[in-house]
């Protein structure tokens, strides 16, 4: 958890050093900060869309069951201007992505950052840390 | 001709008037100076007629006012605020009791998608001003125009003309300008009091009325404030405060509303909060 909440702090700082998060909806609503999230997989689909954008990862678990999981981001022009491309996210790209899962208990989670391949992390721009 | 029509007219001549503007300002923005290197400040702009330029691309360091006016800690996924309300001087806004107990409301967690602009509303005035998203200004002749990344925008003349009359009631409401001095004073009326300060739900009624001034204190920065009246919601008028910055940068598409997932799982949480209500 602590760790989480240094990612989050962190994005927090990028968030205020880049501007702009599109927020639009209670996120305490919809997520749970009691349930943080690491988790890594391959992409299946990305969602360029606002006012937010999607990832789909498909996720093997521990009994080798693959569950395909949706990951909530910023909207499609917040992630450019924290310097997502299309070309990064390519269907088979491994990811690590650091998230809370959404209250339903469903695989389904609002990003706050992703580890790209080369090592490369992106902040998510969701919906809210540090949003300005 | 009906008032209407012509605000209509005078709106699409203005977006025509504005095309050369837009030409000019949204290409060719200059590189950003190298890091570490402080930039000087340069002083305000001046068009030829000696008015203020303030012309040109912002992002407002809204300090959180999207997520409350007054200060406010961070709460989980919600960011924190410094507080922007200067007026009263604790910072507090003036809310009759009602309005504490509907905005108590509006943040429970079945509510939690209320927000006029989780539905592609635009955000009204101030909160257009604040919403974390950019804005450009233009400045054709005779006019203000803000345009606002969220898919709104304000066109401000500024040639003494009245206000719509009382029964038309709008959104982003009726906007007329004037300078007085280097300040930018905009006085906006005809509200429709449907939008939300924030998506913490502080709140404004058709009554409210709003006198924002844009005063640029150097070649980059405007200083914003904006006094609401609102004697439905409020006992008294309050201000707030913040920077706008003018940054590098354009105005970006957003698509608003291209396929929001968070409906469906939103109302799952509001029918639950119901089923959970019916059986006490």
């Known amino acids: ?132 | 001709m009906t008032r209407t029509t012509r605000t209509l007219l005078a709106t699409a001549m203005v977006v025509a008037l504005a095309a050369p503007w837009l030409s000019q300002h949204l290409s060719g923005q200059g590189t950003a100076p190298p890091a570490g290197e402080q930039k000087a400040k340069e002083p305000v702009r001046r068009l030829p007629d000696g008015k203020p330029d303030i012309s040109g691309h912002y992002q407002s360091d809204g300090g959180g006012a999207n997520y409350g006016l007054e200060k406010h800690p961070q709460d989980f996924l919600t960011p924190g605020g410094r507080g922007v309300v200067i007026d009263p001087p604790d910072g507090k806004l003036p809310m009759l009791p009602w309005a504490v107990a509907e905005q108590k409301n509006r943040v429970l967690p079945e509510r939690g998608y209320d927000d006029p602009t989780a539905h592609c509303f635009v955000a009204g005035v101030p909160r257009s001003m604040y919403v974390p998203s950019p804005m450009h200004i233009l400045q054709p002749p005779g006019y203000v125009v803000i345009l606002h990344e969220r898919m709104a925008w304000r066109v401000i003349p500024l040639d003494g003309r009245p206000h719509v009359p009382d029964s038309i009631r709008l959104w982003q409401g009726d906007s007329v300008g004037r300078w007085e001095g280097d300040t930018l004073v905009i006085d906006t009326k005809n509200l429709n009091g449907k939008t939300w300060l924030n998506e913490v739900g502080e709140i404004v009624s058709h009554a409210e009325t709003v006198v924002e001034r844009l005063t640029p204190v150097d070649a980059d920065t405007i200083n914003y404030e904006a006094t609401v009246t609102d004697p439905l919601v409020y006992s008294r008028p309050w201000t707030i405060a913040f920077p706008m910055n003018r940054q590098e940068g354009d105005l970006l598409e957003v698509a608003c509303h291209e396929d929001d997932e968070d409906l469906a799982h939103l109302k799952e949480i509001r029918d639950a909060a119901r089923a959970g209500r019916a059986r006490r």
């Not at chain 1, 606002?50 to 521990?62: M, T």
């Open chain 1, 1 to 132: 958890m602590t760790v989480v909440r240094a990612l989050a702090a962190a994005a927090a700082l990028v968030v205020i050093a880049t501007g702009a998060a599109f927020a639009h909806h209670s996120f305490s609503a919809e997520y749970d900060d009691k349930k943080p999230l690491k988790l890594t997989g391959t992409v299946t689909t990305m969602k360029w869309s606002n006012p937010h954008a999607w990832i789909y990862v498909d996720v093997k678990e521990k009994g080798g069951k693959v569950v395909n999981w949706a990951f909530e981001t910023g909207g499609a022009n917040a992630l450019y201007r924290r310097g997502w491309r299309k070309e990064d996210l390519a269907p088979g790209t491994v990811l690590t992505i650091d998230a809370f899962q959404a209250r339903n208990g469903k695989p389904t989670a609002n990003a706050t950052s992703i580890l790209l391949p080369d090592g490369k992390r992106l902040f998510a721009g969701s919906s809210a840390p540090g949003a300005k």
